[in-house]
């Protein structure tokens, strides 16, 4: 499992979000072919979850390169598009996490609330590696809904030159900037935030 290590290293620990993020990049990649080196696969992303640290290093889709599209949705939905045949899938997560006793939710609701205590702390981190050892066992057609859809390509990444902002001077994106009082200004000094 030495992907799965890799991100956990890129990520910073190890959670649930962040494996079920594993198995849908995984899955995807099984489905599409291998990680792309630039912009041969892209992901839309339904949540900006710690799954999506596992889609980036385990499919090589980044906003960098732009083939990493985000739609704050808050749902864990991953659509994933191979360039040039435009095949893709639409990967939702199905999972039923296993079930918690009533002291089991007590103690999650007070970590919710701040409590760190030993007690607490050691509950969370039973709970975190019950789901995740759940989550890498379960079977793919038992985690996912995954369906074979039609969707347009999203176009490549694009390069625009940056111009100064009139009023910050900070270099911004040509087409993102606007028009106030007659200067060409970025988005924060035209909503009036910079």
């Avoid at 290590?5 to 072919?33: I, M, N, Q, T, W």
């Avoid at 906003?63 to 864990?76: A, E, P, S, T, V």
């Amino acid at each position: 499992m030495k992907k799965l290590d890799e991100v956990v290293k890129f990520h910073g620990h190890v959670c649930p979000g962040l494996v079920l993020g594993y198995r849908v990049s995984a899955f995807a990649l099984k489905e599409l072919g291998k990680k792309a080196s630039d912009e041969e696969i892209v992901a839309i992303v339904e949540n900006n979850s710690c799954a999506v640290d596992a889609v980036q290093v385990m499919t090589g889709c980044t906003f960098g390169k732009g083939n990493l599209i985000f739609r704050d949705y808050g749902k864990q939905v991953y659509t994933f598009i191979k360039r040039p045949s435009g095949k893709a899938i639409r990967i939702s997560i199905d999972w039923t996490p296993p079930t918690e006793t009533e002291k089991e939710k007590k103690i999650w609701q007070k970590y919710m609330k701040g409590e760190r205590s030993n007690t607490v702390m050691k509950a969370v981190h039973k709970r975190k590696t019950r789901k995740i050892n759940s989550i890498l066992k379960t079977r793919d057609e038992d985690l996912f809904k995954v369906k074979n859809i039609k969707v347009s390509l999203p176009d490549e990444a694009k390069i625009y030159q940056s111009v100064r902002c009139e009023k910050c001077g900070e270099k911004t994106m040509e087409p993102r900037l606007r028009i106030k009082n007659g200067k060409m200004v970025c988005m924060p000094c035209f909503e009036g935030k910079g």
